[in-house]
């Protein structure tokens, strides 16, 4: 189960209609092996694609390289669908190189002709480990300071 603050949600909802109609991309960071995220980190979507993300690779190395030296890990891999349901694609699952992470994908696709998107979104969240994938519980909460190392 995925355990995520209200504040990181709304974060990552808006980041994915900010950018619509092309995919948004990021990564939510925390403490080594407390699968608690906590750092809010949107990327650039070097694809700049309606139909796929990329992270920047200079941009992946430095987050790698901070995350590295505040001894954290990333708990949350996000990105968005822009005209298809929140599910990973073939594409998505050969990319997914994290099996601790947790894989989100936020859909706007209801806004799919749109440059903009306020609509509703379907938030949903998966583990991909050796190719297989796993949709589990997303349970949003209002921080993380009663929920310990979950």
């Known amino acids: ?55 920047d690779s200079g941009d992946l190395f430095r987050l790698y390289r901070e995350m590295d030296e505040r001894d954290e890990e990333p708990v949350v891999i996000y990105h968005s669908h822009t005209a298809t349901e929140a599910h990973p694609s073939r594409t998505d699952i050969n990319l997914a190189s994290e099996p601790g992470a947790h894989y989100v994908l936020v859909s706007t696709r209801d806004g799919a002709d749109s440059p903009s998107y306020d609509g509703p979104v379907e938030f949903r969240s998966y583990r991909i480990i050796d190719g297989t994938v796993t949709e589990e519980e997303v349970k949003v909460v209002a921080d993380h300071s009663n929920q310990g190392d979950n």
């Open 1 to 55: 189960m995925l355990t995520i603050d209200q504040a990181t949600y709304d974060a990552i909802v808006a980041h994915a209609r900010r950018d619509h109609p092309d995919e948004a991309c990021g990564v939510v960071a925390g403490p080594a092996g407390s699968d608690r995220p906590e750092r809010f980190i949107p990327m650039l979507n070097a694809a700049m694609s309606p139909t796929f993300y990329e992270f």
